[in-house]
């Protein structure tokens, strides 16, 4: 079941590379902030230099090791990715769009025995960042984007429990917020820190 949900998403891309739906490939670099033997988590990220700095400006850069760099990971990438996390736990950090949150559902599809915990952009993060969770507030999705909502909820149907209420129903709207868009960059590091260290802010 989980390698059918990562092939359908595979054929997804691979359809609409054109349209903002990106696959890296050997020419686009992964950002990679090797763990030290302490480190119980690796963080999975498409904005790498924006969760870096975060963290940074936290001090937890010793605690965690970071994978970072946008679109899809290639089949290929797996062997390396899964050697690197080994019995650590993995938490994705992204946008809240269709294409991240795909980004999460295949590797949480294509590494079997792996915990891989959400903590991208969602209700409780854009609460903590004290972002009104209002229309004005969010961006526009591309048309691709939008074209892509049906097939979204098809990979993801705890789509709701995984992001939030409101920003599901957002998101169903046409709307998106990214990562960089979460306050200043003080605000910023606050949040993601604390989403980390807590493995997802409570409400």
């Not at 025995?113 to 009104?132: E, M, N, R, T, Y």
């Not at 995984?162 to 868009?181: F, I, N, P, Y």
């Amino acid at each position: 079941m989980h390698d059918d949900v990562a092939e359908l998403i595979d054929a997804w891309f691979a359809k609409r590379e054109d349209d903002g739906f990106v696959r890296g490939g050997t020419d686009v670099p992964y950002s990679v902030i090797g763990p030290s033997t302490e480190a119980e988590r690796i963080i999975f990220t498409t904005k790498p230099m924006i969760v870096s700095l975060a963290l940074s400006d936290q001090e937890m850069l010793d605690q965690m090791g970071i994978i970072g760099r946008p679109g899809l990971p290639t089949r290929t990438d797996l062997d390396w990715i899964s050697l690197m996390i080994g019995q650590r736990e993995l938490l994705f950090l992204g946008d809240m769009d269709p294409v991240d949150l795909m980004v999460f559902v295949w590797l949480r599809a294509t590494l079997p025995g792996k915990h891989v915990g959400f903590l991208g952009v969602s209700d409780s993060l854009l609460k903590a960042a004290s972002i009104p969770l209002t229309k004005t507030y969010f961006l526009s999705c591309a048309p691709s984007e939008q074209q892509s909502l049906a097939f979204l909820r098809k990979v993801l149907p705890e789509l709701t429990k995984t992001v939030g209420s409101d920003c599901a129903d957002m998101l169903q709207r046409g709307r998106k917020r990214e990562l960089e868009g979460i306050g200043d960059r003080r605000t910023r590091a606050r949040v993601i820190a604390q989403a980390v260290s807590q493995r997802g802010i409570r409400e």
